[in-house]
């Protein structure tokens, strides 16, 4: 599989597990972490949580200036591990729950969330700069897109179990305390201490507490009390997972530095030969280019990423937690984005080099094209499923403490299927489109502008909350659909172009 690779790729690979181990970690437990610890609405934790992947992006732009500026990206590598490290570390600290001075701890919160995103933004884009710069021999250039999707494959193995870990770690918390899980009772806790709930979210509270507690409560406040702060503790343990696998990429990282190429000597002895064979207005038209790509992709993230936060509460609140019998959590479907994207990558790659035998491979451009065509039929099915079921409002469910209809899991599991072959077509074919379209002395900052590119889709994000809280759940679907398509129609417009500047 990695014959006709560079060495350096398995090793790149292996570094960036910690990250994704840590995003996906973010990804399933902290919108729901940011409910149950601060009462926060949907829309309030969607705000903070679209703010949060926002930074983590655009952040990434700042650590490209810092890597082009100084052509050391291995230890600006290095000092994004560290801080991300460090933010985990502060979020994995056990603070009283409910929460006496919101503000303060709200603001350590954002803080932590902020160092994380701050040393992801170092981290993220100059490791895929370092991957690309692997492609520029031309022994290996024919080989780049295959290599960025075994490069995005490699990294999501640390991602698949990320969700189980985080869930493992609080609902083991829960039990040395006593308690049972459930996914509706944080709110229903914070509801009842507040004073809030309407009679048939009491009387469901009421109900709950018994189960999760083995018998009837007396003490409902009591119960409120200490089922919140087991509950939020066992999240804050979960993060301190995050810490273990931050350190193994620093190591992985540290050991195998001297197999990743070195801009800076690059940069050197390529000086005179770049400004013979890239004139300036080739250089306007690449640029051109990649930020027209930019453009249309801000459309599929702000799609796309509702995994971590509208599809979030949807498995939460509409769907049935139990899968042929066996219970499961809401935050147990975000392992199902990282498995696809490992076991259907070869899959992908072979549908590939069987078009490329035949003469009839797919530019990349058209490839993302493709994706987005794909991603809007996995919110299609969304859209459906959720009509045909007659979901009731957001509010219908507020008022009575739980949904009355519960949807199959297997809805969400087709929509993450449908989802990730999309992703599999847009996202390591873009980073590989970045890599071979960028100026040699723009590599860094590029491939921050594609993240910069995610970063504004996801800071949209929390229109997708206030769209799920406000209107009909099959109608939130459908505005993907119509993002999604608006991307794919977008990108086949200027297919001539882009393929021509690509070439």
């Not at 999707?149 to 698949?160: C, D, E, H, K, T």
């Not at 206030?466 to 009909?472: A, F, G, H, Q």
Request: hydrophobic share 55%; aromatic share 14%; with cysteine.
């Amino acid at each position: 599989m990695f014959n006709k690779h560079p060495k350096g790729l398995v090793a790149a690979s292996l570094a960036n597990l910690g990250e994704r181990f840590g995003f996906y970690t973010m990804m399933a437990i902290l919108v729901l972490f940011l409910q149950a610890k601060f009462a926060l609405s949907g829309k309030e934790a969607g705000w903070i949580y679209s703010t949060f992947y926002f930074s983590i992006y655009i952040l990434a732009l700042v650590g490209g200036i810092i890597a082009d500026k100084t052509r050391n990206f291995k230890g600006t590598i290095l000092a994004g591990i560290s801080l991300m490290a460090l933010g985990y570390v502060l979020l994995s600290i056990p603070s009283e729950t409910p929460v006496s001075n919101m503000t303060l701890m709200l603001g350590i919160t954002c803080l932590a969330l902020f160092i994380i995103a701050f040393g992801n933004g170092l981290f993220k884009g100059n490791l895929q700069a370092l991957v690309g710069q692997m492609y520029d021999d031309p022994k290996y250039a024919s080989m780049r897109d295959s290599g960025f999707s075994l490069f995005y494959m490699f990294i999501n193995i640390g991602a698949i179990f990320a969700p189980p870990a985080a869930v493992g770690v609080r609902n083991w918390w829960l039990s040395h305390n006593g308690f049972a899980y459930n996914a509706d009772l944080p709110a229903l806790c914070h509801g009842h201490l507040a004073g809030t709930l309407q009679p048939q979210a009491a009387e469901t509270f009421s109900t709950l507490a018994a189960e999760v507690s083995g018998a009837p409560v007396a003490d409902l406040t009591e119960f409120a009390n200490a089922y919140l702060n087991v509950f939020s503790t066992g999240f804050h343990y979960a993060f301190a997972v995050a810490i273990v696998a931050m350190l193994i990429s620093l190591v992985i990282f540290v050991v195998n530095k001297a197999k990743f190429p070195d801009p800076s000597k690059k940069a050197a002895a390529a000086k005179s030969a770049q400004v013979v064979e890239m004139s300036a207005q080739e250089v306007k038209q690449r640029m051109m280019a990649l930020f027209a790509v930019f453009g249309v992709v801000i459309f599929f993230w702000f799609s796309f990423h509702q995994n971590g936060l509208t599809l979030t509460f949807f498995a939460k609140e509409y769907t049935d937690l139990n899968l042929f019998g066996m219970p499961i959590t809401a935050e147990l479907f975000q392992s199902l984005n990282p498995f696809f994207v490992v076991f259907l990558t070869p899959v992908v790659m072979a549908v590939f080099a069987r078009q490329r035998a035949k003469g009839c491979e797919p530019s990349t451009p058209k490839k993302i094209a493709i994706g987005m065509g794909i991603a809007a039929t996995g919110f299609v099915i969304m859209a459906i499923g959720s009509f045909v079921s007659n979901l009731p409002l957001h509010e219908e469910v507020l008022a009575a403490g739980t949904s009355s209809v519960k949807v199959t899991p297997l809805l969400l599991m087709g929509t993450y299927l449908v989802l990730t072959i999309a992703e599999l077509y847009i996202s390591p074919l873009g980073i590989s489109f970045v890599s071979k379209v960028a100026p040699p002395k723009y590599q860094g900052i590029m491939q921050g502008g594609w993240l910069g590119a995610t970063a504004i889709g996801n800071q949209l994000l929390f229109i997708g909350a206030v769209l799920y809280e406000s209107i009909p759940i099959w109608m939130t679907w459908t505005v993907f659909v119509v993002a999604c398509c608006i991307s794919m129609f977008t990108m086949l417009f200027m297919l001539k172009w882009l393929e021509k500047v690509a070439k």
